[in-house]
């Protein structure tokens, strides 16, 4: 089993800045990509931004220049660093990986359990 744990989230200023961590544990072979989601009240989970593999990015056009997706391949943890924060990114966000147990000939997608971003105005 996968295990995700995700930190950093809380109520930061529009204009702030906040990070947030998730470290994926259990009986992990390898780790396919590793990334964010949000959902907003009232919207579709939306991707905001992942990492592939090959250390490819991929980012939703509302965060791009303001967000940025990093990893640390060792500790099997993604980052999530948000600067220039707007109300608008007011979220429940979640981790979101694609990896191989150990002995699995599959693919699996795991979620974190989400944590709340609030920007005030």
């Known amino acids: 089993q996968v295990q995700l744990v995700e930190s950093g989230g809380g109520l930061v200023q529009a204009g702030g800045s906040l990070r947030l961590s998730c470290a994926a544990s259990?009986?992990?072979?390898?780790?396919?990509?590793m990334g964010w989601y949000r959902q907003a009240p009232g919207k579709q989970r939306e991707l905001v931004g992942d990492?592939?593999?090959?250390?490819?990015?991929n980012y939703a056009d509302s965060v791009k220049g303001r967000f940025t997706v990093s990893r640390d391949n060792a500790k099997s943890t993604v980052y999530l660093q948000m600067n220039s924060l707007k109300p608008e990114d007011t979220a429940v966000y979640y981790c979101?990986?694609?990896?191989?147990?150990?002995?699995?000939?599959?693919?699996?997608?795991?979620w974190g359990q989400g944590t709340q971003v609030t920007v005030s105005s």
């Open positions: 979101n990986v694609l990896a191989k147990g150990w002995g699995s000939w599959t693919v699996r997608e795991y």
């Open positions: 259990g009986s992990i072979f390898s780790i396919t990509s």
């Open positions: 990492m592939e593999r090959s250390g490819s990015t």
